[in-house]
Nanobody, 127 residues
Framework: VQLVESGGGLVQAGGSLRLSCAVS????????IDWFRQNPGKEREGISC???????YVVDSVKDRFTTSSDAAKNTVALQMNSLEPGDTAVYYC??????????????????????WGQGTQVTVSS
């Protein structure tokens, strides 16, 4: 089982980045793919959750700027980030959560413990 993020980098405020999470070793139909971000010394923040069963959730703080989508044929999940702000600077991780476990949390999907994690990709937004 493997999740590999790509697409991070340095961008100026107002710019866009598209992160990709390539998954292998399991079927996307059985898992939700979450995106989280974290800075050193700060709590991990859930950004989005995508599953075939429950659809898509994006946290209110970024829902006007970020979207997530999947490409089942390529077994990838993307996080499109527009109008980036310096406060978006963080390491971004994708993670896979078993759908059975996820259902217990409903709209608090970010509380479900992922089964698998990617290695993270750094996003830096300059002002």
């Amino acid at each position: 089982v493997q999740l590999v993020e790509s697409g991070g980098g340095l961008v100026q405020a107002g710019g866009s980045l598209r992160l990709s999470c390539a998954v292998s070793g399991f079927n996307l139909e059985n898992y939700a793919i979450d995106w989280f971000r974290q800075n050193p010394g700060k709590e991990r923040e859930g950004i989005s959750c995508l599953s075939e069963d429950d659809g898509i959730y994006v946290v209110d703080s970024v829902k006007d700027r970020f979207t997530t989508s999947s490409d089942a044929a390529k077994n990838t999940v993307a996080l499109q980030m527009n109008s980036l702000e310096p406060g978006d600077t963080a390491v971004y991780y994708c993670a896979a959560v078993n759908l059975v476990a996820l259902k217990a949390f409903g709209r608090e999907w970010y509380l479900a413990s992922p089964d698998y994690w990617g290695q993270g990709t750094q996003v830096t937004v300059s002002s």
